[in-house]
């Protein structure tokens, strides 16, 4: 049989063959690029859109100081994140080029501090910086590193920032699942894909493409059981997707359940009656049960919806097996 196949922007993506990745595209989900996030016990983490957000720069700034090395991402399992502290030093540096200082010069300060001031991790965070645009001064225990001309004091309050995480809107149902996609994309990180869908689903139990996603997702990491689940879960709140009804078929033959997932691969014809990979899948299932009959009209029927794909050639060598060889069981409804 196929693999299950998974919701499209306006219609539906099946994937045929069994060896074959899906694409995975999902109504109303925007591909955005997003690290996954988990939350630690000891440790606030912000991926970089949401630090970026929260500072009010771009992705791109954060870049640019990252090469710069004024601010490096923690990592965790292969993740990339910011915690509190580094969203003092994205903050003091943003207030800081906005009065004109320039970044590489700021770098110049965080490498003469590392030598200066013993003790101190990250200077950006801990430490005072004033400027007039011009020069900067850094206070540390009562004391100027740099002589004072102008001086511009900053008005940059940890308190302000802290306001700002508290206040950060959760993220949606959507947000989750387009995560969900683009984590799915790589092999290495399944197991962060499924816990964005889960997050999805938790939000929005009724969605049932979120639902096929993951079953699709446990589907082809040989997860039959919990993948049959899953489709199930979908099928029950969209009882007339037809795409439910077929990935759970899927999923059930893989189990050996043939005759349950004729049943589904049935009723999702009866929901859409020009459902080609339906017929394919009901053909193969039909000819396992030893329906040869029903095999046959299935295969017939697909090749009428169907006739110049890789698959068509396939079914084309069924019939022709089947061309001689009488239904073996009573084929009624």
């Known amino acids: 049989m196929r693999h299950p196949a998974e919701n499209g922007p306006t219609d539906t993506i099946e994937?045929?063959?069994q060896e074959a990745k899906s694409a995975r595209a999902v109504a109303g989900a925007e591909r955005k690029r997003k690290k996954s996030t988990t939350q630690m016990?000891?440790?606030?983490q912000f991926e970089e859109h949401v630090a970026a957000r929260i500072v009010g720069v771009t992705r791109n700034q954060i870049a640019y100081w990252q090469r710069l090395g004024l601010v490096r991402p923690r990592t965790s399992g292969g993740r990339k994140f910011y915690g509190f502290g580094d969203l003092i030093s994205l903050r003091t540096i943003k207030q800081l080029t906005d009065q004109n200082v320039p970044a590489r010069r700021l770098r110049r300060v965080v490498e003469m501090l590392a030598r200066q001031i013993e003790g101190v991790k990250a200077p950006l965070a801990e430490l005072?910086?004033?400027s007039d645009g011009r020069s900067v001064v850094v206070?540390?225990?009562?004391?100027?590193?740099?002589?004072?001309t102008g001086q511009l004091m900053l008005s940059f309050e940890t308190r302000e920032l802290a306001e700002k995480v508290r206040t950060l809107p959760a993220r949606t149902a959507e947000e989750w699942l387009a995560e969900a996609l683009e984590l799915d994309a790589d092999p290495r990180r399944r197991a962060e894909a499924r816990e964005a869908y889960c997050r999805a689903i938790e939000l929005r139990p009724?969605?049932?493409?979120a639902r096929l996603n993951l079953g699709t997702l446990l589907f082809e990491e040989g997860q039959m059981e919990q993948a049959e689940a899953e489709f199930r879960r979908a099928v029950e709140v969209g009882p007339r997707s037809p795409l439910a009804r077929y990935n759970l078929a899927a999923a059930l033959d893989e189990l050996g359940r043939s005759q349950e997932a004729r049943e589904h691969l049935?009723?999702?014809?009866r929901l859409s009656p020009r459902y080609a990979d339906a017929c394919y899948n009901l053909a193969a299932v039909c000819e396992k049960l030893g329906r040869q009959s029903e095999a046959r009209s299935y295969w017939d029927r697909y090749l009428e919806l169907d006739p110049r794909s890789q698959w068509a050639t396939h079914a084309r060598r069924r019939l022709a097996a089947l061309a001689d060889e009488p239904g073996t069981l009573e084929e009624s409804e």
């Open 15 to 17: 994937v045929k063959p």
């Open 41 to 44: 016990a000891t440790l606030e």
């Open 206 to 209: 009724e969605w049932v493409e």
């Open 128 to 130: 005072r910086i004033l």
């Open 139 to 148: 206070e540390h225990d009562g004391r100027r590193l740099e002589p004072l």
């Open 266 to 269: 049935l009723e999702a014809l």
